[in-house]
């Protein structure tokens, strides 16, 4: 299998995922066929400026995401990916996923440049909370100063965390090998992330069902969903259980 050769060759291999490899968790994707962006607007939920004009809307989708999160259970991805990483075969997951699955299957170094659905922050002063189930009130209310509370993902027009951005930045360019698990590639500036360990001469592996921003530039191409390709690379490594 050239993808575990280029695992065990690499000096230094980092994993950079989307919501393809949560998608066998039962969360649903974004785009590409069963999206979430194929039934709601983007601009009317995952905005600051739908926030400001319906927070009980947004929040109402939100709980609705959350209470998929807490029931959803990493899949063999996660657990692969994991499992790599405790072999010393992975250095890091970048991911743009919120729902904090790699760490539930075992990931230590994850750098999360969306934030976190299970987070959520006040609108008003430094109140920060961890979510053990979806919120009682909807719009849930700053304990401390009475504040709207958000959830503490980024949204589009924000910024990345700058602290995370830039940890992803440093790994990259540590990277030789880079393998992108389940994403479109579509949104900056996570996507130009692997595109970087490509710029300094390493390579890529690209695992995704359908063609996307990475097709064609790839070392390894591997056109299925995740679990099916980290079966047999934990065999062939030694690392299936
Ligand atoms: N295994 C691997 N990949 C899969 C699977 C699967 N079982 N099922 C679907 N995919 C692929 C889809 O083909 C698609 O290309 O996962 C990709 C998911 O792409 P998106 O839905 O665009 O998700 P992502 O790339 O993570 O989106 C980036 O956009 O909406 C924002 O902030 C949000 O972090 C998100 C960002």
């Known amino acids: 299998m050239e993808a575990a050769r280029l695992l065990r060759s690499s000096r230094y291999a980092i994993v950079f995922t989307g919501a393809g490899v949560s998608a066998e968790s039962g ?35 939100y709980s609705w995401r959350i209470r998929m999160v807490l029931e959803a259970e990493p899949n063999l991805a996660h657990k692969a990916i994991a499992r790599l990483e405790e072999a010393g075969l992975v250095k890091a997951v970048i ?13 230590r170094n994850v750098i999360e440049l ?36 958000r959830p503490d993902v980024v949204w589009f027009g924000e910024t990345l965390p700058l602290g995370e951005l830039e940890k992803a930045w440093n790994e990259a360019a540590k990277a030789d090998l880079v393998m992108v698990v389940g994403t479109s590639g579509v949104v900056e500036p996570a996507a130009s992330i692997p595109l970087a360990v490509l710029s ?33 690379l934990l065999r062939e490594l030694g690392l299936a259980r």
């Open 200 to 232: 300094h001469g390493g390579s890529m592996i690209n695992v995704n069902p359908e063609p996307n921003r990475y097709t064609g530039l790839a070392d390894v191409e591997a056109r299925m969903v995740a679990t099916r390709f980290f079966r047999p």
């Open 95 to 107: 991911t743009q996923n919120v729902d904090g699955l790699h760490r539930r299957a075992g990931s």
């Open 27 to 61: 969360i649903p994707t974004f785009r590409g066929s069963g999206g979430l962006w194929r039934r709601y607007r983007p601009e009317d939920l995952a905005t600051p400026e739908a926030f400001q004009r319906d927070p009980e809307l947004v929040w109402k989708w």
């Open 114 to 149: 969306h934030g976190s659905i299970l987070r959520v922050r006040c609108t008003r002063c430094s109140y920060r909370s961890i979510l053990a189930r979806e919120p009682g009130d909807i719009p849930p209310r700053c304990p401390m100063c009475g504040g709207l509370l």
